[in-house]
């Protein structure tokens, strides 16, 4: 088939050009997709976060990938988060107030920049972390997640515990559904809703409400 492609500025004559190919308009699909121009070979990422267009990936070890900028798909590298001594695992990513947070289960860092040259990382909160990334909420004053032993408020710099009311069955929850805790905003009410498994439940039969807009 032949088609005509007119771009430019003067008469579409000018500027034209023939594209051709050898199959016919019978044999063209409306189903197949292209296949992607690029083979990832990384390993599978838990967690991903479009901040400021660049895309941030992460699995289950301390590495962080990232994509060049507005190129989500041009992952090649990937940066590491602590030295030696601050290898806990990469557990949640969040957008937040121009900057990039990286939740590990032991801590809070604060990444600024967007390319490898203008990357700085710094640890904001060392000895608390969160265990489960879809606990994560954002509000406009603070972020809120799941952490080891409860659920916390962090504003930016500093963690908070907020659910020494409920410490019983928070800290009775199976570990081993942590990942599977998820919380939302309810901006309506100015709460938070998590579910949470409790005892030996193998599915979420617990919420907990956190009314943010109660607190100071």
């Not at 989500?72 to 107030?97: A, F, H, M």
């Not at 972390?129 to 799941?146: E, K, M, P, R």
């Amino acid at each position: 088939d032949e088609a005509e492609v007119g771009a430019g500025t003067g008469s579409a004559d000018d500027h034209k050009r023939d594209f051709l190919d050898d199959v016919h308009d019978d044999d063209v699909s409306l189903l197949d997709r292209a296949p992607l121009s690029v083979a990832l070979t990384f390993p599978d990422f838990r967690y991903i976060e479009n901040h400021r267009g660049v895309m941030f990936l992460a699995g289950d070890t301390d590495d962080l990938y990232y994509s060049l900028p507005d190129k989500p798909l041009s992952i090649t590298k990937s940066l590491t988060l602590g030295g030696d001594s601050e290898q806990g695992r990469i557990t949640g990513l969040v957008s937040w107030r121009g900057l990039l947070y990286v939740f590990k289960d032991d801590s809070i860092w604060a990444l600024d920049g967007l390319t490898e040259q203008t990357f700085t990382a710094q640890p904001l909160v060392r000895g608390v972390g969160c265990v489960g990334g879809h606990s994560i909420v954002t509000t406009d004053n603070a972020l809120y997640f799941l952490g080891d032993d409860g659920f916390y408020a962090f504003n930016g710099s500093t963690t908070e515990l907020i659910s020494r009311g409920v410490s019983p069955e928070v800290l009775g929850r199976p570990p081993g559904r942590d990942r599977q805790v998820f919380g939302v905003d309810d901006k309506e009410n100015r709460s938070i809703i998590w579910a949470f498994a409790t005892g030996t439940s193998t599915q979420n039969d617990s919420t907990l409400v956190f009314f943010y807009g109660n607190s100071k």
